[in-house]
């Protein structure tokens, strides 16, 4: 049997958050049982023929799921093949996890916790729209702590409306001083149809400026480095061995399966996408119907292209030989020129059979990216 990665999507949250556009959706607790169901139809369809290597559970709040239906998630997780030390996340927001559900994950085989923090600071908690307040967020942690989870990520957010240097310096020092294992922190993205966009347009969102929002990325360089985290991605950082393996797998571009609504999966060259709506996917399942919305073979180039966006993203780079094998033509017979532009302007270097940003490239990197399409 072939190994694969296992991305399972839970779309329910208690409220939307303001800056989100993720597949995820409040007001729609009526259906969870019926989309449970379903969802355990499709993974019992789908994923009993492979040798899962990490699972990754996200949403929308996997964990706002009520304890019966993360019991019956539970037995359809039971009947998997797992290799040996698989990795197993589970996405929790503050604020939905008590020592039942905790338990109840570790039981499963969750080995894994990635916390949606964002920021340390209730007042900008508040300001985007986030239910639970730092309080509660260090209780919860504290009791996965407790009942034994020892491999633990907090996502925190920067660029936030009202946002200062200080008050991001701040939320950095005051996690890395609770030790997680991992630490991710990306920069606020105004998506369409989020509430951010709309309050953007109206000119109402008090956002920090370009070269603030730069200062403060390089705060996170050099505090996470302090306190001992390796960063390994543009917003990935960890103890050392800490890497989350299920996201390597995206950004390595191997193989994995989604199930659940607008999960995707990445199977020999071909890309599916399932449908978004909870309640058409509930109604595909039981009807026996693909659920599919895209299914798309990609061209050589396209597997090019994504290769090169996915591989620079993580800090080692993309490895040359690596390349030559998968596509079975060297690096420079497609992208010669643009390699050679970018290291002359000392944003991309070679080093030891890798091709990498360099840190001024890094924050360059979307700028950088959009030369690799390739005509």
Not at 288 to 317: A, P, Q, S, W
Not at 354 to 363: A, N, P, R, V
């Amino acid at each position: 049997m072939k190994d694969i990665s296992l991305y399972i999507h839970i779309p329910f949250c208690k409220s939307k958050c303001w800056y989100c556009d993720f597949p995820s959706f409040c007001g729609k607790d009526n259906l969870m049982d019926s989309y449970m169901e379903a969802l355990g139809k499709e993974i019992d369809a789908k994923v009993l023929q492979y040798n899962i290597r990490t699972i990754f559970i996200g949403g929308g709040t996997p964990t706002y799921l009520p304890l019966k239906m993360l019991e019956d998630l539970k037995a359809h997780i039971k009947k998997l093949n797992l290799t040996p030390n698989v990795e197993f996340t589970v996405e929790c927001n503050p604020g939905t996890l008590d020592k039942e559900k905790l338990e109840l994950l570790k039981d499963m085989g969750v080995n894994r916790l990635s916390i949606g923090l964002q920021a340390y600071n209730d007042s900008l908690l508040k300001e985007i729209g986030r239910i639970h307040n730092v309080d509660e967020f260090l209780k919860n942690y504290e009791l996965a702590r407790s009942i034994g989870f020892e491999n633990i990520n907090i996502d925190l957010m920067f660029a936030l409306p009202n946002q200062t240097s200080e008050l991001w310096k701040e939320s950095l020092i005051k996690v890395a001083k609770l030790n997680p294992e991992h630490i991710s922190a990306y920069s606020l993205i105004l998506e369409e149809d989020t509430r951010f966009y709309d309050l953007n347009n109206k000119g109402t969102l008090n956002l920090p400026e370009e070269h603030v929002e730069r200062g403060m990325y390089e705060s996170l360089l050099s505090i996470l480095k302090d306190f001992g985290y390796n960063q390994y991605e543009i917003s990935n950082f960890s103890k050392k061995g800490r890497e989350c393996r299920h996201n390597m797998v995206y950004w390595s571009m191997d193989e994995y399966i989604g199930v659940g609504s607008s999960s995707a999966s990445y199977i020999e060259s071909i890309r599916y996408k399932n449908v978004e709506s909870v309640e058409e996917y509930i109604q595909k399942i039981n009807t026996n119907k693909e659920t599919y919305k895209e299914k798309h073979k990609n061209l050589i180039k396209e597997d090019v292209e994504e290769f090169m966006f996915m591989g620079l993203r993580k800090t080692k780079g993309v490895k040359e030989k690596e390349f030559l094998d998968r596509f079975g033509k060297d690096i420079d017979s497609y992208y010669k020129d643009t390699i050679n532009k970018y290291i002359n302007v000392k944003l991309l270097k070679r080093e030891d059979g890798y091709l990498k940003f360099t840190s001024e490239g890094i924050q360059l990197s979307n700028y950088v990216l959009a030369d690799f399409l390739i005509d």
